[in-house]
Structures are given as C-alpha cells and as structure tokens.
C-alpha cells in the first residue's frame, strides 16, 4: 500500500485564480523531504518544490507554495496566478534516507 | 492489490557487467513508464512500455540501455557494460489506460551502484 496519499485524482482552475493540491503521508520518521513534482505530456518529472521536514517555515517558489503540517502529515501545495502552462500531472513524493515513494498523482486542468 | 513491485531494491554491479531491474506494474495495467532519478533530485524519463511495445524511447541513451515488456512477466531495463556514472534510483510507474490516465503508480526504486 502506498504511504503517500493524493485524494484528488483530477482538479480543474480558472486561469488566474488559485488552487490547492491536496497531499498526505504516513511515516515515523522524523528527517524526512517531501516534494511536489509536475509531470507535463512529456512525461518528464519537473521538481515543483521541496520541504525538509524540519523547517517549519513553508517552502515557497514564485507562484507555488506549501502549507507542510507536520504533525497532521499534510502537504498541500498550492498554485497562485494558475496559468495555462501549469495544466499538467501533478505528483506528491515523500523520501527519507532509504526509501521514496510517490502519491498517485492529481491530473489539474486550467481553464482559460 | 499489490502496488507495483520492483525489484531487486538495490543492486551492486562491478564495472562491466550489466544490469537487470524489474518493475512489476499493478494488476491490470498494460503501461509502463522508467525514470532515472538525478542527483540534484529531478525525475528524467527514459522510457514508455504498453504490452510488447516501446511507445517512447525518447529518454533512453542510445547505447547500452534497452527496456522490454513481454506478454508474460514484468518489464525489465537492461543496462550493459554499466559504469560508475550509471549508479542511480531508478523507478518504473504503471497505468491502466496510459497518457489520459489521472492516477498513475509508482514503485519503491531500484538503487543501482556500480563500483
């Protein structure tokens, strides 16, 4: 069973507005990296962003951002501005020191 | 319902020899896809597998590199002749119904050193 959980298999936004991909884990470490990744038709994996489990202060990179709750084991990520280009699968991943593993992706469409 | 099995999870190669992994894709998907996970934590892709097919290779280097998906069994990527620059994580996802799929899944990797 997968330990990285992505609950919405597709999400649709109106271009120029904000969306959130929802993203939750299980595990009992406590060093850990969590990452967003966004994977356009050509199937290339294209790093989004990324938390190190003990910094509390949520990653953030020009339009993309995270709220990381720890303690809840959630990861959202959240998409401001949505533009076309951002239409793509988008994949949750969790990696600790042995291991990695991915959610099963949310399919995001952006409307113009 | 298992989730796509890979195996073996780490595997030692000496210069020179090669490598198999095996990527066994959930129950009733037909489409395989491999990565190469890079150092700097970015997922490249190599290779897409449906049933007894290579639909895109676009990702694969052009030399020692090759990926099957038989009828029967699970894919496997070969590397031949494997140097110390091929040590990497590599993972393969399936999917039922390929690119308009909206879930696909991922294995556990394959770590692959070469000494």
């Known amino acids: 069973a997968q330990t990285v959980t992505q609950s919405q298999p597709e999400m649709s936004v109106q271009e120029a507005e904000t969306v959130t991909l929802s993203c939750t884990y299980d595990t009992s470490e406590s060093d850990y990296y969590l990452f967003w990744y966004k994977q356009p038709p050509s199937r290339q994996m294209i790093l989004v962003i990324r938390q190190e489990a003990y910094k509390q202060q949520n990653a953030t990179e020009n339009r993309f951002s995270v709220n990381f709750q720890k303690a809840a084991k959630s990861f959202s990520l959240k998409i401001s501005d949505s533009q076309l280009g951002d239409a793509a699968m988008y994949f949750c991943?969790?990696?600790?020191?042995?291991?990695?593993?991915f959610g099963a992706g949310t399919r995001l469409t952006v409307k113009p | 319902n298992a989730g796509v099995m890979q195996n073996p999870r780490h595997l030692v190669r000496r210069r020179g020899q090669e490598a198999r992994l095996r990527c066994s894709p959930m129950k009733g998907h037909s489409h395989v896809y491999w990565y190469r996970q890079l150092p700097e934590e970015g997922l490249k892709f190599m290779v897409y597998l449906q049933k007894e097919n290579i639909i895109d290779e676009s990702g694969m280097p052009k030399e020692r590199f090759s990926a099957e998906f038989p009828k029967e069994g699970p894919s496997i990527l070969r590397i031949q002749q494997v140097v110390r620059g091929d040590s990497a994580a590599y993972f393969c996802a399936s999917s039922r119904y390929g690119a308009s799929d909206s879930e696909a899944f991922f294995g556990q990797g394959t770590r692959l050193t070469v000494v």
């Open positions: 991943a969790y990696r600790s020191a042995e291991d990695m593993r």
